[in-house]
Every structure is written in C-alpha cells, then in structure tokens.
C-alpha cells in the first residue's frame, strides 16, 4: 500500500471516531431510555415508555403494509443533515391504501398530552416530537383537540371521538360534537361504545442513532376498527439541533420536517387534511 494513502486513511478514521466522540459528548440528555421493547409493529424494539399506556401499547402494535427496514441505511462517515435527507428521501411520504367516502367521525384513539418547553428541549423525551409539538399551542382538553376536525367549513367531521381522561368504568369514552365558531360550543358526551368505524393514531419511529443527531420519526395511521386493515400511513422525520440558547440545542418547536412532507408546519390542521383524504368527511360539500 502507498504511505502517503495508507497514512491518509488513518488520519480520516481518527478523525472519524474523534467526530463520533463529540457527537455523543453533545448529546447528553436529562432524560434516558434504559429499556427496550419488542413490538409488532416495528422492526426495532422501542423504548419501554412508548408502550406504557394502553394506547402507545396498541399503537405500536399495529402492523402496517410499509413499514421502516431494519437497516435505517445510517453509516457513522454520515452527518446529522446527510441522515436525515437519506431518511426522508428512503421512508417518508404519506401513504394511502384506500379511502372511504361520506364519513361523519372517527376515533382519534390516542390523543396526544401537552408537552412543556423542557420537554421540547430534551433529546429523548417525547416519542414522536414533530407530532407532540402541535399539541402545545392548545389547552390539553377533549373539547379544543376536538376542533381540529369539527370546525366547519374547515374541519367538516361530524364529531370525533376519544378515550375518555380519567376513565370512566362505564363510559370509557366520550364523543364530541356540535361545534360551530362564534355560534355554538363543542359538547362533550360519555360514550359507552364507539359510534366510529375507523380510528386514527400515531407512534414513533425509532431508527439507529436518530436522537443522537437531532432526528425524531413519526407515524400517523389511519385504520379499519373492526378489521384493523390499514388504510394509510403519513411517515414524516423532524430535524432540530441548532437552536441557540437552548441545551444542546435542541428545540423540537422549530425542527424542520422533510423537504417534500405535507406537514411543513405545525399547525394541527395538517393532522385534518390527511384524514380528509383517507377518510372523506360527509360535510366536506358544505365549504
């Protein structure tokens, strides 16, 4: 081998490993993830709090036509902004299997809490960041999630429903309807059965050393309740990691979604418009 290459060779891969070093040595998060579990519905196992409650549990647990691969395709010689373009240009986009027509409601089956600015702020805290981040410039109430899809002439579903917070033994649910800007309020009705034949809902995505630059994967699915088929899938990935002022810079309010991603931003009609085209509101004619 010449000198010249092989001594060239060596000072890359130190410089390499040197890179990876600083890299982990940026990412030291408050916040840990200890445990992994095996779910059905990826490849990876994930870490044990996103299946903690029984609708992360059942969201993971469902198996979708298109799921990740194994091998995300991530290499160490890759940066933070090289990784995410490979992930966004391999897995992402929004997929849809089959829609259906003249829908009235749906079940949002796992409605999303608020996250504070610290959590917005830690590397590993929430599941699915570019999701949970909608969620904090709304109050944490049924009645205001409720409006991102039944506020005509925008969001033209009949009503929408949720499992109801705290449970309740004999109305594990509750339905929300009737809301009609500056006319009239959203109500909120225990439900003993769901009303809704399809549901919605979302999960992480866990991919190799995603976290450590800065990178958060999302899933939204739309389903069949009865059957479980799957009638589409809106894969998305979050970009942050530069933010000044912030630890580590991390600041998920403001990460970037994929270049060719309908959701370019964060305002929660982004989750009605997919639903839209899967689940075709019955009111949709009265825009």
Not at 36 to 51: I, K, L, R, T
Not at 78 to 92: G, I, P, Q, T, V
Not at 110 to 129: C, F, Q, V
């Amino acid at each position: 081998m010449n000198r010249g290459y092989g001594e060239a060779r060596v000072a890359a891969l130190l410089l390499g490993l040197l890179a990876a070093l600083a890299c982990d040595a940026q990412t030291k998060s408050k916040y840990r993830w200890t445990k992994f579990v095996q779910v059905d519905g990826q490849p990876e196992p994930v870490p044990a709090e996103w299946v903690s409650t029984p609708e992360g549990k059942f969201a993971h647990s469902i198996k979708i036509p298109n799921p990740v691969p194994k091998d995300s395709g991530y290499r160490w010689t890759m940066s933070a902004k090289e990784y995410f373009d490979h992930l966004c240009e391999r897995e992402a986009g929004e997929f849809i299997f089959r829609t259906v027509k003249n829908v009235e409601g749906f079940y949002f089956a796992r409605p999303p809490a608020r996250p504070s600015d610290n959590d917005l702020m830690d590397r590993r805290k929430l599941e699915a960041p570019e999701i949970e981040r909608t969620f904090q410039l709304r109050r944490a109430l049924a009645t205001e999630r409720a409006k991102i899809f039944v506020d005509p002439p925008w969001g033209t579903y009949s009503f929408v429903e949720e499992p109801s917070r705290p449970k309740a033994p004999n109305m594990p649910f509750v339905r929300l309807f009737g809301y009609k800007q500056k006319t009239s309020p959203m109500i909120a009705e225990g439900a003993a059965e769901l009303k809704s034949r399809y549901g919605m809902t979302w999960r992480g995505i866990k991919r190799a050393r995603d976290r450590e630059h800065a990178i958060a994967g999302s899933e939204w699915i739309i389903f069949e309740l009865a059957t479980m088929e799957v009638l589409a899938v809106l894969r998305d990935y979050g970009r942050t990691g530069k933010t000044r002022g912030t630890p580590e810079g991390i600041w998920w309010l403001n990460a970037v979604n994929c270049p060719d991603s309908p959701s370019k931003h964060i305002r929660a009609s982004r989750f009605n418009d997919f639903a839209s085209k899967v689940l075709v509101p019955s009111g949709r004619d009265s825009r």
